[in-house]
């Protein structure tokens, strides 16, 4: 990942933000996370996110969205706000390595436009600038996704629980069941929690409907009652626990969605800091105790790293015989604390190590690729939809070999399998046309 100023996503802190991430009992860590300081070249501006990867290449779709996302929401921010106060002249300096492509194919349709329940009236001009700006990033970037030739998405994907930041103006863009919380003063002066985002669950009402007209269905399984799915309309896989996510494009035909949800929010002088976090630290915890063990963290910079190690020890406590899910958590502070300021120099990176790892690690997991069950395909053929998605299926898999998330015991998995590959398919081959 190239090298910006004022851009992390490694464990450590900065003089605004605590960052942690780790791996759980599961495999490899599929969560990614970033806080870039000074977005789009302004000095009160700030870009935060977390991802949580799931599926064979899960990890790999949420750190290639870490490292794209934030790059093709400044370049709509550039290109839409050219003459606008939001962005500055040279804000063009920040993309980075992002081609003129990129940049002039972001385009949104009347359909992802109005696909959103948003509230626009708090302030009219900055809100539709940013919320046009995410609607489109979120699908150029689930296009790229698609046609990448290196990372198979067809069944994995990623949640993104994303914000900007600038002065007192905070937008939301959300994808999955990762959450964001803020903590906050009540009138009484007491500190409580604020849940930003929703859990885009397949049981939520909107959420269902829309799935079930496009043919796919929702339901639990009878040993996890309270965990609804997404499953193709012929078959029982994959079973993702989530109705809206970048990639997992098995399931795109059949009702699961990118389009993030945005939502606005004025901050005040009781709001003290945001918390974005995935999964397996709300799976444990409370809003109200998260909003707690940040809040009695030994110092700012440390209290990403406190949240996810009081996560993993209720994992520990609450499920002693359940793997334990990966945690990422971004903390992010509203209020001035000089403290703090001094601290996060000696926590800024843990090691440019773990970057190295990651690479070595998305580099085998690429030269390791495998299918995607030839039924999935022959599904989408019978609905004349999924066209170009079987490029993705063709690769090497040993006969009888079986991905599952289903190896060992686990509380809750986000995708649970995928049907056996067809032996014959498996010995073929086939390259991709766009």
Known sequence: MQKIPGRRFLNGASSVASLFTQQGRKGTNQDAMIVWENFCSRTDTIFCGVFDGHGPFGHMVARRVRDSLPLKLSAHLESNSRNHYFVSENSISTIGNLTSEETLSICLDEESRNSADLDEDRDPDLFSILKESFLKAFKVMDKELKLHP?????CSGTTAVTLIKQGQDLVIGNVGDSRAVLGTRDQNDCLIAVQLTVDLKPNLPKEEERIKQCRGRVFALRDEPDVARVW???????????????????????????????????????????????????????????????????????????????????????????????????????????????????????????????????????????????NLVEDSKRTGKGKGEKEFLKDQLMEGDEWSALEGVSRVNTMLTLPRFNTAAGKSKSKKSV
């Open 150 to 154: 290196n990372i198979d998405c067809f």
């Open 232 to 374: 193709l309309p012929h078959n029982d896989s994959p079973g993702l626990a989530m109705a809206r996510a970048l990639g997992d494009f098995c399931l795109k035909d059949y009702g699961l969605i990118s389009v993030p949800e945005v939502s606005y929010r004025r901050l005040t002088e009781k709001d003290e800091f945001i918390v974005l976090a995935t999964d397996g630290v709300w799976d444990v915890l409370s809003n109200k105790e998260v909003v707690d063990i940040v809040a009695s963290a030994s110092s700012r910079s440390s209290a990403a790293r406190s949240l996810v190690e009081s996560a993993v020890h209720c994992w520990r406590h609450k499920y002693p015989t359940s793997k334990i899910d990966d945690c990422a958590v971004v903390c992010l502070f509203l209020t001035n604390n000089s403290e703090f300021n001094a601290a996060s120099a000696s926590a800024n990176d843990i090691s440019s190590s773990i970057a190295n790892n990651e690479n070595h690690v998305e580099d085998a997991s690429i030269n390791n690729s495998k299918k995607i069950p030839e």
